[in-house]
């Protein structure tokens, strides 16, 4: 995560060989302000919107106004390329208890992951710009991010079959560039928690490569980490306040 005015430095090399524990408590550089953008990143069920919601408090306690963006992906131009995928069956709507979600499993199909990466993209960015941009210049917001680019690399990580080998696609690149100069925080948890949580997770049989995959970024890119699964709530809130300067001493 970074404020917009300090960019976080580079951590890729300082804490590449920091380990999961220790990131937890490197905080970010900066002092809140109104245009900060925080980044939260993680499976669904992990509990970035709880941990959003405390920090909406204590930036209101400072005076800051702030907006919670979830960045899911707008589906504008990608709705017309999932339905092409739907007609050669590369995609299918699984539910579970009133909830659906979309598997997509482009492996061995190199045109239409293309097709697919660019309008995750396209339509990531005009989200960024509707979510992020517009509530943060012209508001003057503080912009707390439940959802990331880096939960968007990772869906494209696994929809390809690629994992981390993504990141070397012209989509990949552009999108790791946005989540390299905002950082952000994993909450995470096991897979029997995250079930637990969200029982339609159980139809996901990709939900272990999926932590694999947040782990690895975060590892790779310097991120901070915290298992809500082993962390009371209060903790993990003290914990995300710490790694985004919002202690409250």
């Known amino acids: 995560m970074a404020v917009d005015a300090h960019p976080m430095p580079s951590r890729d090399h300082r804490k590449a060989e920091t380990s999961a524990n220790e990131r937890s408590f490197l905080p970010r550089t900066g002092v809140p302000r109104p245009g900060s953008i925080y980044a939260i ?3 669904d069920g992990a509990g970035k919107t709880t941990i959003a919601l405390d920090m909406v408090t204590r930036l209101l306690r400072r005076g800051i106004r702030t907006r919670i963006s979830w960045m899911r992906s707008p589906r504008i131009v990608t709705l017309a390329v999932i339905g092409v995928l739907r007609l050669a069956r590369l995609a299918k709507t699984v539910r579970l208890g009133g909830h659906d979600d979309v598997h997509i499993d482009l492996r061995g199909h190199p045109v239409l992951l293309h097709l697919y990466a660019w309008s995750i993209t396209f339509d990531y960015f005009l989200g960024y710009f ?3 941009t517009v509530p943060r210049r012209f ?3 503080a912009i707390i ?4 680019a880096w939960d968007t690399l990772v869906d494209l990580g696994l929809t390809s079959g690629l994992d981390e080998g993504f990141l070397d696609m012209p989509q990949g690149q552009i999108l790791l560039s946005l989540a ?7 909450v995470t948890a096991s897979p029997e928690e995250l079930v637990r949580r969200k029982p339609i997770l159980s139809l996901d049989p990709r939900l272990p490569r999926r932590l694999r995959l947040y782990h690895e970024f ?3 890119f310097g991120l901070g980490t915290i298992d809500s699964g082993n962390t009371p709530e209060s903790v993990s809130f003290a914990q995300a306040a710490e790694y985004f300067g919002l202690s409250e001493d």
Do not use: E, N, W
């Open 139 to 141: 508001l003057r917001r």
């Open 218 to 220: 975060a590892r790779r």
């Open 145 to 148: 991010c439940d959802r990331f």
């Open 130 to 132: 509707g979510k992020v």
């Open 180 to 186: 390299k100069k905002h950082g952000g925080l994993l």
């Open 41 to 43: 990143i993680g499976p």
